[in-house]
Structures are given as structure tokens and as C-alpha cells.
């Protein structure tokens, strides 16, 4: 096994995780809170999307899907272009409402463009330094696994919300 099939096997992990969270509910369901201020499902699934599409495209040096690919649009969320949910309110996290195939359909998006670009990573580049701005400075090999890490919270989220709502 290469890096690079052990690190798309973590992404093809959230992936189904992300499936499995949000098919066959409806877009009421998906928005549904269990508190005033808690995450949706939508918001979940739409902002670990949101983080995967943003970094690792910056890692690839590529255009974020978001963006090329006219999700942007179709979410049609009250956000500017780049946002990707950090520092989110409340009532940002109420405004992100989408169907089901919306929000498998942009994150399906994403994997392949992840995936494409994890195929061409050979295991030397993951020492190369990515942000100096840390103390000690990040690399490709710890970016990545910050991503899937953070990506598979928000997933496991999503996954628990929907168990408690199918409880209710």
C-alpha cells in the first residue's frame, strides 16, 4: 500500500460516513437542530466539505470545486464565495438548507477532485513545509491528516444527529 492509497482510503471513509448521514432525509430533516444553537446535518456535511475543498486545494495549487464547478451557485447559501464555515453563528448555521443529493453531490465533487490529486503524491512531498505561520512549521503529511482528522469528526457528527433524530 502507497501513502497515497492509505490516504484515499481515510477520504473514501468520510465519504461514506457522509452518505450514510444524510440519504433519504429530507432537506427539514437535514436542517433539523437539537438545540436553538446546534449544528445541522446540512451545516455539517456542507462545512467538512467546505474545509476539504478549500485546503486541499490549496495544497494542489487548484481551483476550489465550490467555485469551477458552480456548487456555489446551487447552494445558493447568504455566504460569500470563500466561506467555509469557521466562525460561524447561530443563524449561519440556520441559513445552510439543502437536499440530500445537493450535499452528496458537491462532497462526491470534492473526493474526486481529491482523490485525482492524492493518485500524483508520492511519499517524499509530505515533508514539504506548507505553513510557516505555525511553530514548528506544518507539512503536506500533517495538513492532510489535520484535514481527514477534522473530516471525520464533523462526519461522525452528522452521523449521531441523524441517530438522534431518527429516535425521536
Not at 492509505?6 to 457522509?18: K, S, T
Not at 467546505?50 to 464547478?69: K, M, S, Y
Amino acid at each position: 500500500m502507497t501513502v497515497a492509497d492509505l490516504l484515499i482510503d481515510g477520504f473514501g471513509r468520510i465519504r461514506e460516513v457522509v452518505h450514510e448521514a444524510v440519504d433519504g432525509l429530507t432537506e427539514d430533516q437535514l436542517a433539523e437542530r437539537l438545540d436553538p444553537d446546534a449544528n445541522s446535518i446540512a451545516w455539517l456535511v456542507w462545512h467538512l466539505t467546505r474545509v476539504q475543498d478549500d485546503h486541499i486545494a490549496d495544497l494542489a495549487g487548484t481551483p476550489q470545486v465550490w467555485t469551477e464547478q458552480g456548487w456555489h451557485e446551487r447552494f445558493g447559501l447568504p455566504f460569500g464565495r470563500g466561506a467555509t464555515g469557521y466562525g460561524h453563528q447561530s443563524e449561519d448555521v440556520a441559513a445552510v438548507r439543502a437536499e440530500a443529493k445537493l450535499l452528496t453531490g458537491y462532497h462526491d465533487a470534492v473526493h474526486d477532485s481529491t482523490v485525482a490529486w492524492l493518485r500524483g503524491l508520492g511519499e517524499l512531498e509530505l515533508d514539504r513545509v506548507v505553513d510557516e505561520a505555525w511553530d514548528p512549521p506544518v507539512t503536506l503529511g500533517v495538513r492532510l491528516v489535520s484535514i481527514l482528522s477534522d473530516d471525520l469528526q464533523h462526519a461522525g457528527q452528522a452521523a449521531f444527529v441523524r441517530g438522534i433524530l431518527q429516535r425521536r
